[in-house]
């Protein structure tokens, strides 16, 4: 059973740093492309970043290019998510997700979600 477990998040003054993680468990990372997605109150969930089975790929959203970076150490069944330069407006609930077994590249249908970690860029 695939679960995703974040952690990393909390309050931040703007133009801080926070590093989310995603622990992965029930299946082998290096099977899977990974996304990070985030949702704040009375928005749609965005897309956020997605990054492909072996690290060869990356992309992200407009909003957080050059600022955000993920990465993934699949020995250690681990995503991560760097975020510089925070502002009010990354105010979310981030997730972590990935889709089907195999599939190795982003874009990709998302069937498996964490539970959110809350980031909160305030003064």
């Known amino acids: 059973q695939v679960q995703l477990v974040e952690s990393g998040g909390g309050l931040v003054q703007p133009g801080g740093s926070l590093r989310l993680s995603c622990a992965a468990s029930?299946?082998?990372?290096?099977?899977?492309?990974m996304g990070w997605f985030r949702q704040a109150p009375g928005k749609e969930r965005e897309r956020v970043s997605c990054i492909s089975a072996n690290s060869g790929s990356t992309n992200y959203a407009d909003s957080v290019k050059g600022r955000f970076t993920i990465s993934r150490d699949n020995a250690k069944k681990m995503v991560y998510l760097q975020m510089n330069s925070l502002k009010p407006e990354d105010t979310a609930v981030y997730y972590c997700a990935t889709g089907p077994r195999g599939w190795h590249s982003c874009p990709l249908p998302y069937h498996y979600w964490g539970q959110g970690t809350q980031v909160t860029v305030s003064s």
């Open positions: 029930g299946l082998s990372l290096a099977d899977y492309a």
